[in-house]
């Protein structure tokens, strides 16, 4: 199994700060995924990054895939109470017959925006 | 809006019972995923399927075992529940290649075995 391992666990910031959330591995990966879990649901798909050096920006959230294909980072620029939620990125790592089917998770950085 | 529905958001059951959680997608994906979700240790895949009839083990089977006779429908079976399988329940689908299209999950069932 592969593993992902995020930082930080935790983050309270107050509203319109800057934040960077990341995502590291071992191993590489063939693609990465970001998704968000509000409380009482499950986790949200917010984007995919396939190529090494790869960023892809969604509104204030900025993604980055690391150039050997091994992190990856969240940028959220000035934060809002609606961006509060847990952050979970997830590796598809390059494998072999059925391995490409599944993702290992990282635990996610639960993150809190005060207003 | 595609959707993944999961049968109960919570189930209180006993220790010893056999527990079925269900799960249907109108996606019309291959893949269907059982993960179970603790404080501390994340998301941890239990089995998952990428065709009618077929499964897969995942990280953590031991105690479950899982039922796939069509498409739309991936079923997860507690052979005989124990408290240390309380926990939060996600179901998750997708199209192939997943590793690409992303994942939808479920609401989430929250299991309680007393």
């Known amino acids: 199994t592969q593993l992902l391992e995020q930082s930080p666990q935790f983050l309270s910031i107050q509203e319109g700060e800057n934040l960077t959330v990341y995502c590291n591995s071992s191993?590489?990966?063939?693609?990465l995924q970001w998704y968000r879990q509000e409380p009482g649901e499950g986790p949200v798909l917010l984007v995919t990054?396939?190529?090494?050096?790869e960023v892809k920006k969604l509104k204030r959230l900025t993604f980055q895939f690391g150039d050997a294909r091994k992190d990856s980072s969240l940028h959220i620029t000035a934060a809002q109470p609606g961006d509060t939620g847990l952050y979970l990125c997830a590796g598809a790592w390059v494998g072999s017959g059925g391995s490409n089917y599944k993702l290992t998770f990282g635990k996610g950085t639960l993150l809190t925006v005060n207003p | 809006d595609v959707k993944v529905t999961q049968s109960s958001r919570y189930l209180v059951k006993r220790t010893g019972e056999k527990v079925f959680l269900e799960c249907v997608q109108d996606?019309?994906?291959?893949?269907m995923f059982w993960y179970r979700q603790d404080p501390g240790l994340g998301l941890r895949l239990i089995y998952f399927?990428?065709?009618?009839?077929?499964?897969e083990k995942g990280d953590i089977p031991e105690g479950y075992s899982v039922s796939r006779e069509k498409k739309e429908r991936f079923s997860l079976i507690l052979e005989s529940a124990s408290t240390n399988q309380t926990s939060m329940y996600l179901c998750?689908?997708?199209?192939?290649?997943?590793?690409?299209?992303?994942?939808?999950f479920g609401s989430g069932t929250r299991l309680t075995v007393v």
């Open positions: 990054v396939v190529t090494g050096g």
């Open positions: 996606m019309d994906h291959e893949n």
């Open positions: 399927s990428y065709d009618v009839k077929m499964k």
């Open positions: 998750a689908s997708s199209p192939t290649p997943g590793q690409i299209y992303g994942y939808t």
């Open positions: 191993s590489v990966f063939s693609s």
